[in-house]
């Protein structure tokens, strides 16, 4: 059964970098059909995703923060990771690492969720 | 991009009743692509439901997921106390995906 479990910084201050990282258990992050990204959850915006990575490292991103995020790959530690640069309060958010089966797609697994705050 | 409205917001039940969420979609949602969520306070969405009506593994045929275009529904035909939680639809006919506003079922 695949895992995902995030991991990083509670705290961000406005205007630095988010990061998080998600392990991946129970599976490789090399699978074919496996794509590998990132939702938040927000009492504001609710549920956005904010994009996905192909193991071989092709990435796909939500156009309104696309300017912002960076989705990388690394399967030698079958894990992957997001940065989202020049935070503001507005990404305040539970964030979850997920698995899908395409670049638009369902998704059937989560991590269970971590929470990040904005704030100086 | 496609918004997806949810209604009601809120919907009080009692167990053993039936549930009717839905979900609309501000464009035509291609090849029907629509899923639905269960989420529990502290958890993670739970996949119920993919391609508007087929029900992911281990998901209890009470569950029933129907609809096409721009109109979808979830209807829960016998709510069980579990079953009281936040509902999501999700569309990935086009990108970018999205989530709608969620429905909570709440116990009356």
């Known amino acids: 059964q695949l895992q995902l479990q995030e991991s990083g910084p509670g705290l961000v201050k406005p205007s630095e970098t988010l990061s998080l990282t998600c392990a991946v258990s129970?599976?490789?992050?090399?699978?074919?059909?496996?794509?590998w990204g990132w939702i938040r959850q927000s009492p504001g915006k609710g549920l956005e995703w904010i994009g996905n990575?192909?193991?071989?490292?092709?990435?796909y991103y939500h156009p309104s923060l696309k300017t912002r995020v960076t989705i990388s790959v690394d399967t030698s530690k079958n894990q992957f990771s997001l940065k989202l640069s020049s935070v503001t309060a507005a990404d305040s958010a539970v964030y979850y690492c997920?698995?899908?089966?395409?670049?638009?797609?369902?998704?059937?697994?989560w991590g269970q969720g971590t929470l990040v705050t904005v704030s100086s | 991009e496609i918004v997806l409205t949810q209604s009601p917001g809120t919907l009080s039940l009692s167990p053993g009743e039936r549930a009717t969420l839905s979900c609309r979609a501000s464009?035509?949602?291609?090849?029907?692509?629509l899923a639905w969520y269960q989420q529990k306070p502290g958890q993670a969405p739970r996949l119920l439901i993919y391609?508007?009506?087929t029900r992911a593994t281990g998901i209890p045929d009470r569950f029933r997921g129907s609809g096409s275009g721009t109109d979808f529904t979830l209807t829960i035909s016998r709510l069980e106390p579990e079953d009281f939680a936040v509902f999501y639809c999700?569309?990935?006919?086009?990108?970018?995906?999205?989530f709608g506003g969620g429905t909570k079922v709440e116990i009356k």
């Open positions: 997920t698995n899908t089966r395409g670049v638009v797609y369902f998704f059937d697994y």
């Open positions: 129970g599976g490789s992050i090399g699978s074919s059909y496996s794509y």
């Open positions: 990575i192909y193991y071989s490292g092709t990435t």
């Open positions: 464009q035509i949602v291609a090849g029907n692509f």
């Open positions: 391609d508007t009506s």
């Open positions: 999700q569309h990935y006919g086009s990108s970018p995906q999205a």
